[in-house]
């Protein structure tokens, strides 16, 4: 599979991937959505670079545009990205929750410091000690995208939630009604998948 790393999340909607129904309202399910498996065998990763990071970050109003993101940075969001992904199929198939996914969430959710701790040594003596300017900016945002999605799993809008039928899309979303495609492309795919098979069965009849 081909990857396409983007820069910024308005160049998925210029793909003709607007946000999945609900992104709007949960970063967290715009977070998982942020991977997109397209046709042809094509991956469209907008946090693949740190430059791609910091904008989605930018974008939700959870970095400044100078944050300076790292590759470290931008692979802590990709992994949290993950865990969220395993909890949302966990909870649209009805599977237990995987530990470790749990476990990821989690220490993004207490790991956002109330106060600088205090440390020493030899040169300083007593100080307190914090955290990397970088680092506390992302320390903050998975610390939200977290309890988003926290939210998102343990809320009301959790029995909505289901995941995108038309191959080969791997986005979730909230359904609306009889809607159940994140898309319209992929509900046009889909129904064009039925009819391909229809008219198929009928010349094999």
Known sequence: ??????????DTVALGLPQAP?????????????AIALPGGQ???ALGTPSGANQWLVDHDLAPADAGMQEICAARLRSL??????LLAAQVGGHPA???????VNDALTRVPTAAPLGWDPVRGMHRTAPHPID?????????L??????????PDAERLTACPSTPCNRY????????????RCGDRARAARAYARRTQATTD
């Open 1 to 10: 599979m081909r990857s396409v790393s983007e820069t910024a999340t308005g």
């Open 136 to 144: 506390q900016i992302v320390d903050q945002a998975l610390g939200i």
């Open 81 to 86: 990205r993950e865990q969220v992904r395993a």
């Open 173 to 184: 979303l909230l359904r609306s009604g009889r809607r159940h495609w994140c898309s319209v």
């Open 43 to 45: 991956f469209l990763d």
């Open 22 to 34: 609900g992104a709007e309202f949960y970063p967290a399910l715009d977070l998982a959505n942020s």
């Open 146 to 155: 977290a309890a988003d999605a926290a939210d998102l799993l343990t809320g």
């Open 98 to 104: 995987p530990a470790t996914a749990l476990a990821g």
